[in-house]
Nanobody, 115 residues
């Protein structure tokens, strides 16, 4: 069973930055895509950023230019760098990897943007 462990969440003021990490128990180069999702209370889970195996990226419109997804294959780690954070970015952020029509999820890390 693939395991994912996120870290790096916390409380940050508007305009601040955070860098999330997700360590995967298997080689991330074996997955078709790695991604970050988020879910705020009362809202549906939404895809924030996706990195495909060929290097292409996709971002949710509200985070374009502020968030960046990357990976370190040697450390089996996926990152999400978040800058200029806004209160509406507050959510639980979950790491996702996809392979062979299956999705694997981490437990999530809380990001709270508040003054």
């Amino acid at each position: 069973q693939v395991q994912l462990v996120e870290s790096g969440g916390g409380l940050v003021q508007p305009g601040g930055s955070l860098k999330l990490s997700c360590v995967v128990s298997e080689s991330i180069s074996s997955f078709f895509s790695v991604a970050w999702y988020r879910q705020a209370p009362g809202n549906q889970r939404e895809s924030v950023a996706t990195l495909l195996v060929d290097g292409r990226t996709r971002y949710l419109d509200p985070v374009k230019g502020r968030f960046r997804i990357s990976r370190d294959n040697a450390r089996n780690t996926v990152f999400l760098e978040m800058t200029n954070l806004k209160p509406e970015d507050t959510a639980v952020y979950l790491c996702n990897v996809h392979r062979d029509w299956r999705d694997y999820w981490g437990q999530g890390t809380q990001v709270t943007v508040s003054s």
